[in-house]
């Protein structure tokens, strides 16, 4: 059972474009949703997270956006560059243990052409 | 400050064999979680250990095992390797991985089983 459904799998935009990319979880004990981006040959890198008591959440061109009635959340890259050209996760996390686990969704290939 | 560092980088084994792999988090760190990525499966996590105990574990057989030293250096294990198996592992460290989500990930082993 996948709890974090990501859409799309891969995303071309021509750069200055909007990059959107969606996801969509299951449980409602998650309670921290977390971006990352993979570039290849790299381990991820958290770009942007968000806790559910907030809808919205920018830091310089990336946005994320929360719907918490929706259980669903999206990440916005504006003026999109070729530089942001990578492999981006969502994740929901829950607390447990001591810990914050996450659960990943599958990913989203984008390519910016120049 | 260096970050996170995994080694080997890249490993082949064939059906049978075990491997042992390793982590070393960002100096201070002492929280580290492991996690496979596959084309297939995605990021999942496999287990995570805080002060040289493991804290949390994935859907993941007892194949799949790991310790964590004073250091907080981590090792995870993996014996009768299967080709499904052939993966990228990461390793990841945080400070305090109870509070914001601050996990640093290593460019990660790949690992390919014959």
């Known amino acids: 059972q996948q709890q974090v459904k990501q859409s799309p799998q891969s995303l071309i935009v021509q750069k200055g474009g909007i990059s959107i990319i969606n996801c969509a979880y299951e449980?409602?004990?998650?309670?921290?949703f977390p971006w990352y981006q993979q570039f290849p040959g790299k381990g991820p890198a958290l770009l942007i997270a968000i806790r559910p008591d907030v809808s919205e959440k920018k830091e310089g061109r990336f946005t994320i956006s929360f719907n918490k009635s929706a259980k669903q959340f999206s990440l916005h890259i504006m003026d999109s560059q070729p530089g942001d050209s990578a492999t981006y996760f969502c994740?929901?996390?829950?607390?447990?243990?001591?810990?914050?686990?996450?659960?990943f969704g599958r990913g989203t290939s984008l390519i910016v052409h120049p | 400050k260096a970050g996170v560092t995994q080694t080997p980088r890249y490993l082949i084994k064939t059906r049978g064999q075990q491997v042992t792999l390793s982590c070393s988090p960002i100096s201070g760190h002492r929280s580290v979680s492991w996690y496979q990525q596959t084309p297939g499966q995605g990021l999942q996590f496999l287990f995570e250990y805080f002060s040289e105990t493991q804290r949390n574990k994935g859907n993941f057989p007892g194949r799949f095992s790991g310790r964590q030293f004073s250091n907080s250096r981590s090792e995870m294990n993996v014996s009768t390797l299967e080709l499904g198996d052939s993966a990228l592992y990461l390793c990841?460290?945080?400070?305090?991985?109870?509070?914001?989500?601050?996990?640093?990930f290593g460019p990660g082993t790949r690992l390919t089983v014959l």
């Open positions: 449980n409602t004990a998650f309670d921290y």
């Open positions: 990841a460290s945080s400070l305090d991985p109870g509070l914001a989500y601050t996990q640093y």
């Open positions: 994740a929901a996390s829950k607390r447990t243990g001591g810990s914050y686990i996450p659960t």
